[in-house]
């Protein structure tokens, strides 16, 4: 480490994940301390873990000084686990998170870090020119892939390619910022972030990214996809006049999240228009 160089903290939100959490964890810290000059740390934030996902990751953490876990009991979802860890923002420069399944290898999180310089947010792409796709998802996820981003453009009109890309970092003042107004607890969390981001002026870069597609998703294409497209329409109603005449419909909102066996959002701020 040379001092003076930026800091980083890296978000993992990880459910079940046992049997994929470790080699992520080996490659990133052997890659990091071979090639981020900075101090770097790892948290693990795990949400409803019924299987041994903590047992491996304190393990890696009396291997590496730079592991850390935190844990919640209960199911939060992954947006849930990254507004917990996001409070944390304090303790870096740049503030990023991956999946826990490895989509993301070292190489490409850290070049997002690298093109974080001069802007306020870097997100990976795997539509853009230049994106190497390993492993190709399957027809029917692209399509829902494809479908859920003309919705998510038509209601936000971000012109962002992939807002779903598992790899994004961030700097700190811009986190805090707009951290009251995270509120989406489910995979829809990454809507909630980049149009936080973008309303409070904030400048996001998108950058093509290599990606490879991991067996094991933990999103289903029936109840994880309605409640990804309630939450997106949720959110678009909390920027809208509307929003406070609706809350009264709340216990309704809750019973459908439940129904779809889904982290309900969390209350919070209305964020300014």
Same mark, same amino acid.
């Given at each position: 480490?040379?001092?003076?160089?930026?800091?980083?903290?890296?978000?993992?939100?990880? +459910?079940?994940?046992?049997?994929?959490?470790?080699? =992520?964890?080996?490659? +990133?810290?052997?890659y990091?301390?071979?090639?981020?000059?900075g101090?770097?740390?790892?948290?693990?934030?795990?949400?409803?873990?019924?299987?041994?996902?903590?047992?491996?990751?304190?393990?890696?953490?009396?291997?590496?000084?730079?592991?850390? $876990?935190?844990?919640?009991?209960?199911?939060?979802? #992954?947006?849930? $686990?990254?507004?917990?860890?996001?409070?944390?923002?304090?303790?870096?420069?740049?503030?990023? +998170?991956i999946?826990?399944?490895?989509?993301?290898?070292?190489?490409?999180?850290?070049?997002?870090?690298?093109?974080?310089?001069?802007?306020?947010?870097?997100?990976?792409?795997?539509?853009?020119?230049?994106?190497?796709?390993?492993?190709?998802?399957?027809? #029917?996820?692209?399509?829902?892939?494809?479908?859920?981003?003309?919705?998510?453009?038509?209601?936000?009109?971000?012109?962002?390619?992939?807002?779903?890309?598992?790899?994004?970092?961030? /700097? /700190?003042?811009? =986190?805090?910022?707009?951290?009251?107004?995270?509120?989406?607890?489910?995979?829809?969390?990454?809507?909630?972030?980049?149009?936080?981001?973008?309303?409070?002026?904030? #400048?996001?870069?998108?950058?093509?990214?290599?990606?490879?597609?991991?067996?094991g998703?933990?999103?289903?294409?029936?109840?994880?996809?309605?409640?990804?497209?309630?939450?997106?329409?949720?959110?678009?109603?909390?920027?809208?006049?509307?929003?406070?005449?609706?809350?009264?419909?709340?216990?309704?909102?809750?019973?459908?999240y439940?129904?779809?066996?889904?982290?309900?959002?969390?209350?919070?701020?209305?964020?300014?228009?």
């Amino acid at each position: 480490m040379h001092p003076g160089q930026p800091s980083l903290l890296l978000l993992i939100p990880a +459910y079940n994940e046992e049997q994929r959490i470790g080699p =992520v964890l080996d490659v +990133y810290v052997e890659y990091f301390r071979a090639h981020f000059p900075g101090q770097f740390h790892i948290v693990v934030v795990m949400n409803g873990c019924r299987d041994n996902t903590m047992r491996v990751v304190m393990e890696k953490a009396t291997q590496y000084s730079e592991i850390r $876990a935190l844990e919640f009991a209960a199911p939060i979802g #992954k947006g849930g $686990a990254l507004i917990e860890g996001l409070k944390l923002a304090p303790m870096a420069d740049f503030i990023g +998170y991956i999946d826990a399944d490895g989509a993301t290898q070292p190489q490409a999180f850290l070049d997002l870090v690298h093109k974080c310089e001069g802007v306020d947010c870097a997100i990976g792409s795997r539509w853009l020119p230049g994106a190497v796709i390993e492993h190709t998802q399957s027809l #029917k996820r692209r399509i829902f892939s494809r479908c859920f981003h003309a919705l998510v453009e038509a209601l936000f009109w971000m012109g962002i390619k992939d807002t779903q890309c598992g790899a994004k970092v961030m /700097r /700190r003042h811009a =986190v805090e910022t707009i951290h009251p107004y995270l509120r989406i607890a489910d995979v829809a969390f990454d809507i909630n972030l980049l149009v936080s981001l973008t309303r409070a002026g904030f #400048k996001i870069r998108e950058v093509p990214t290599t990606w490879t597609d991991q067996i094991g998703s933990k999103m289903s294409l029936n109840r994880g996809a309605l409640a990804i497209i309630l939450s997106v329409f949720r959110l678009r109603l909390v920027y809208s006049p509307f929003y406070k005449w609706l809350r009264p419909l709340r216990p309704v909102e809750a019973w459908i999240y439940q129904k779809l066996r889904a982290p309900q959002p969390l209350a919070g701020p209305i964020p300014p228009k």
